[in-house]
């Protein structure tokens, strides 16, 4: 917009980590801190934060309008993640698998400083490949129903990527997506679903499992760095930094085995790339020599893996008019989104579907819908 | 309002076309303010007809949205021409045909204010206020709701909104928008006879939805938009050709049904939505009200006006 | 509007509304089947309050009227996820 002020990227960023210094901004720049908040979906973090912090009172009257309208939904989306886990429980208590729940709802069941102020979408859970007809099945008599997908999407789904197509429950509205892996199976750097299985965790008083603390952030920094869009990719950062401390202060062999652990699971690229751009983007401590370790082990680290760090950090910065819109994060994400797309299929399968997907856009919409 | 302010009638149409193009026009219904950008003659025209009455400011510190009505960056601009609404860059909505432009705009700004208000608690319903006191309309698609609030606005009830009851968790008040009123089809006839001074925007015409305008909301709903009023009815209106006017009381129980299911947000309030419709539907009275004829729908409504809940100051 | 663990209500002369805490749901349930939940939750049984309750509001009804009538109650109730099975009677 034309005189809007706007607010640096790396200023958004140090308000996301110091809301008490939105204290001093004044209320233009409260305007694009706002609508750059929104657009990354960090607007409940800040509003968290804001609260938290006791500063709540202390800022314009329009501008906690906007705060607490955030803080409502995310307070409440944290319950509505307990009640819809529930249901879930309920509907697959008869199929015999494990039942794994990811990112966002496994950060609420763990009770980790990584859910506060989340906006959660859909319920991830994981289970067995085999056991992905009963589930699916399951749910369907439960009241989800498997969504008007073209059979194009359909046979995508089941064929190539690591999921079902997301299911929504028509009574609630709610969409859970059902996992075998937290890759795609064609993608070159799957992982042994077996061994993230094996080392899951019960949590108590209920019938799911979460990752370990090491899977939960290898599977975070895996998803980051395997995904096309970025409109999220600095909440996940966050997210990341907020497992990241948490574990760390948990345990002091962590960040050895976290290590380790991706070593075994083949995935050091994207843990490398997450400890290298949550330490340069969000100040996150990372000690050196586990990152001299995942050095070693993606030895040599080439010139590849340098370009795609700086990349990266362009393209985790908000892409929007608030931070000025700065070309060189468009370019950034224009290259990530092709990555991501290249990563999860074949190229010769993946331009097939970006020319498919193009091609239904510009016909689709006709005079006669809304 | 006490102090002086602006209404968009005092700019030339030139003038709003400019700060349009710019994106530098903020528009204030009620409590909202809505920065918009546009650079269609055809959107600019509509908010200078259906907006004259309602106070802007050009390039303001802080707006609650900031929207776009433009045309696609793509072959969409120019084969089978259409429209589309962006807040703050994103699109929410597939585009539309390119003439309905103006009414994008307007169903954009509800959905801004159904999906990100959380403030309050959001009614698919008109809401107007007499003496004080607010009446809610919750109703379906089809039930005449808006035929219904576009004729009491005009024969003594403030409008606060055709499509959004927003209501206040802490205090239970509704807050008025006084946003054009959305009609079509017979209605557009109807109210033309019944209200021959009224002021319309532009006319679209739809496969699926028929012929659709704006009816530009009266002086006086717009002048005193920044007060709230108290619910003591609702009614849930249902049109039925040939049929005298009815009025029958409702149970709270199944009023309470169908108000959460007319809320956009209820779900994601939780606790505060229960709490807050159990409240309200408390406090009202509650009716359905059957009709087909505006002036027997106005006299019922005139006599209900007079007719308190308990327990009403 | 009473609260207590489980359910949030609202009672009205012709119903009442239940937020269910525990699932997120909301119901809303007459008179009769409310009882019958407040029986539920006292660890009474549920069949026979919301048969009592039915009995004083339509004292023209037969015996046998009221328990079928009461059995409809209790199923609704179970079906919408508010009453466990074991605890009907």
């Given at each position: 917009m034309s005189n809007c002020v706007t607010i640096a990227a790396r200023d958004f960023v140090e308000l996301i980590r110091f809301p008490e210094r939105a204290v001093a901004i004044s209320l233009a720049q409260w305007d694009s801190l706002l609508r750059v908040a929104k657009h990354t979906n960090l607007i409940g973090r800040l509003a968290e934060g804001v609260i938290c912090k006791g500063i709540h009172q202390n800022l314009p009257p329009k501008v906690r309008t906007h705060l607490d309208s955030a803080y409502v939904l995310t307070t409440h989306q944290r319950e509505a993640i307990g009640w819809e886990l529930r249901h879930i429980s309920k509907a697959l208590k008869n199929v015999d698998t494990d039942i794994v729940v990811l990112k966002g709802a496994a950060y609420v069941l763990r009770g980790s400083s990584a859910a506060q102020g989340r906006l959660f979408g859909d319920v991830d859970v994981l289970v067995a490949r085999t056991a992905l007809n009963n589930t699916e099945?399951?749910?369907?008599?439960?009241?989800?129903?498997?969504?008007?997908?073209?059979?194009?999407?359909?046979?995508?789904?089941?064929?190539?990527?690591?999921?079902i197509p997301p299911m929504t429950n028509r009574a609630r509205g709610t969409v859970i997506d059902v996992h075998h892996n937290i890759l795609p199976t064609i993608a070159r750097n799957c992982p042994n679903v077996d061994l993230l299985l094996a080392a899951s965790q019960p949590v108590p008083n209920t019938t799911f499992r979460t990752f370990c603390a090491t899977d939960m952030v290898i599977h975070s920094a895996t998803h980051l760095f395997h995904e096309s869009e970025l409109q999220n990719g600095l909440r996940d950062l966050f997210d990341l930094d907020s497992l990241l401390t948490e574990f760390s202060v948990a345990s002091t062999d962590f960040w050895i085995e976290l290590a380790d652990r991706a070593a075994l699971l083949r995935l050091e690229l994207p843990v490398y790339l997450a400890l290298r751009l949550t330490k340069a983007i969000i100040g996150t401590s990372v000690p050196g020599q586990v990152l001299a370790k995942l050095e070693s082990s993606m030895q040599p680290v080439s010139r590849r893996i340098k370009a795609?760090?700086?990349?990266?950090?362009?393209?985790?910065?908000?892409?929007?008019?608030?931070?000025?819109?700065?070309?060189?994060?468009?370019?950034?994400?224009?290259?990530?989104?092709?990555?991501?797309?290249?990563?999860?299929?074949?190229?010769?399968?993946?331009?097939?579907?970006?020319?498919?997907?193009?091609?239904?856009?510009?016909?689709r919409n006709t005079s006669r819908s809304t | 309002?006490?102090?002086?302010?602006?209404r968009v009638a005092d700019l030339s149409l030139a003038e709003l076309r400019q700060h349009l193009r710019a994106g530098s026009f903020a528009l204030q219904t009620g409590s909202l303010t809505s920065r918009i950008r546009s650079g269609l003659p055809d959107v600019a025209r509509s908010i200078h007809v259906l907006y004259g009455n309602h106070a802007f400011e050009i390039a303001p510190d802080f707006s609650d949205f900031h929207v776009e009505v433009r045309q696609p960056r793509n072959l969409r601009r120019w084969i089978r021409r259409q429209v589309e609404f962006l807040i703050d860059g994103e699109r929410p909505f597939e585009p539309l045909p390119r003439d309905q432009a103006p009414a994008f705009l307007e169903w954009g700004l509800n959905w801004c204010i159904a999906a990100s208000c959380h403030q309050w608690i959001t009614i698919h319903a008109a809401c107007l206020e007499r003496d004080g006191l607010a009446i809610v309309l919750p109703a379906p698609p089809g039930s005449g709701k808006s035929t219904l609030c576009a004729a009491l606005s005009h024969r003594g009830w403030r409008l606060l909104s055709d499509e959004l009851a927003l209501l206040d968790p802490k205090t239970l008040l509704a807050h008025a928008l006084a946003r054009p009123i959305n009609l079509k089809n017979a209605s557009i006839e109807l109210i033309r006879a019944f209200e021959p001074d009224s002021v319309w925007g532009p006319e679209t015409y739809d496969t699926a939805k028929g012929r659709v305008t704006h009816l530009r909301p009266p002086l006086d709903s717009?002048?005193?938009?920044?007060?709230?009023?108290?619910?003591?009815?609702?009614?849930?209106?249902r049109y039925e050709a040939g049929a005298p006017p009815l009025l029958t009381p409702r149970s709270k129980a199944q009023t309470f049904i169908h108000f959460t299911q007319n809320s956009f947000n209820y779900g994601p309030l939780g606790r505060s939505g229960f709490d807050t419709c159990a409240r309200l539907i408390s406090q009202c009275d509650c009716y359905d009200f059957s009709y087909s004829k505006l002036d027997d729908a106005v006299e019922v409504f005139d006599w209900l006006s007079g007719q308190l809940p308990a327990g009403t100051v | 509007m009473k609260a207590n663990q489980r359910f949030l209500v609202q009672r009205w002369s012709d119903g009442c509304a239940v937020f269910d805490q525990e699932t997120g749901d909301t119901h809303t349930l007459d008179l009769p089947s409310y009882e019958g939940l407040v029986a539920m939750q006292r660890g009474l049984p549920v069949e026979e309050t919301v048969y009592a309750a039915l009995c004083s509001l339509h004292p023209e009804m037969s015996a046998d009227e009221l328990a079928r009538l009461a059995q409809d109650c209790c199923s609704r109730l179970e079906q919408s996820g508010l009453l466990e099975n074991e605890s009907r009677n």
């Open positions: 099945a399951a749910l369907m008599v439960h009241g989800w129903t498997a969504g008007q997908h073209d059979p194009y999407d359909q046979k995508f789904y089941r064929q190539w990527m690591h999921e795609l760090e700086a990349i990266y950090l362009r393209a985790l910065m908000p892409d929007h008019p608030g931070c000025g819109n700065h070309w060189s994060t468009t370019l950034a994400r224009g290259a990530v989104f092709l990555r991501g797309h290249f990563l999860r299929m074949p190229p010769t399968l993946l331009s097939w579907h970006l020319s498919r997907k193009l091609v239904i856009r510009l016909f | 309002m006490s102090r002086p302010f602006r717009v002048n005193r938009m920044l007060q709230p009023a108290r619910p003591a009815w609702i009614v849930f209106p | -």
